[in-house]
C-alpha cells in the first residue's frame, strides 16, 4: 500500500469558512436589503465571512466573521444554513456554510480586507454578487424566506 506524504493528506483536508446573508429592512419596512461587501484585493462582491478558527463551531465562526468584517455584532443566527462546497485552484476542498441573519443595525464599519459595502435589493444582489454559486445560494435563501412569509402571513412575525 502506497501513502502519501503527511503534507500531501493535510493539503486534502477541507478548508472550512462560515458566514452570514445578511438582511435589514428598508428605510420603510416595504423590503428586505442585504448586506454585500468588496474584497479590497480581488475586487469581487460577497458575503461576510472567513476561516472557522480552532475550537470554534460554524455558528462561532460565522458570528466573529461578521463583528470582524463589518462591525454588527448579532446575537442570533437562523437555520437551516446553507452549504457551499468548492475545489480551490490548489486542489484543496473548501467547505462554506452560510447561516442567514437579520440585523436592525444599518451602520457597517468595514475591517481592512474590504474597501466597499452596499445594502442592496434582491435585484441588486443578483447583479452585484461575483460567482454564481453565491446567487444559488441568494436564491435559495430568498424561497427559504418567501416559505416563512407563507407560514406567517396571518400574524405580524417578521414585520418592521
Not at 463589518?70 to 437562523?78: C, F, P, Q
Not at 475591517?111 to 459595502?117: A, G, L
Not at 441568494?138 to 416563512?148: E, G, M, P, V
Request: proline residues 6%; aromatic residues 6%; hydrophobic residues 40%.
Amino acid at each position: 500500500m502506497l501513502s502519501r506524504p503527511l503534507r500531501d493528506r493535510a493539503q486534502l483536508r477541507p478548508e472550512v469558512a462560515a458566514g452570514v446573508i445578511l438582511r435589514r429592512w428598508d428605510s420603510d419596512c416595504q423590503a428586505w436589503l442585504w448586506l454585500l461587501l468588496r474584497n479590497r484585493r480581488r475586487g469581487d462582491w460577497g458575503m461576510p465571512k472567513g476561516h472557522q478558527e480552532a475550537a470554534e463551531d460554524l455558528r462561532e465562526c460565522a458570528l466573529r466573521e461578521c463583528a470582524e468584517e463589518t462591525g454588527i455584532a448579532l446575537l442570533a443566527l437562523e437555520d437551516p444554513p446553507f452549504e457551499l462546497v468548492y475545489t480551490l485552484p490548489s486542489g484543496r476542498p473548501k467547505r462554506v456554510v452560510y447561516f442567514p441573519a437579520e440585523t436592525a443595525q444599518d451602520n457597517v464599519t468595514l475591517s481592512p480586507e474590504h474597501n466597499q459595502f452596499a445594502w442592496l435589493d434582491q435585484r441588486g444582489v443578483r447583479k452585484r454578487l461575483s460567482h454564481e454559486t453565491l446567487i444559488r445560494i441568494f436564491n435559495a435563501h430568498l424561497a427559504q424566506l418567501a416559505q416563512l412569509a407563507q407560514l406567517h402571513a396571518a400574524d405580524s412575525l417578521g414585520a418592521c
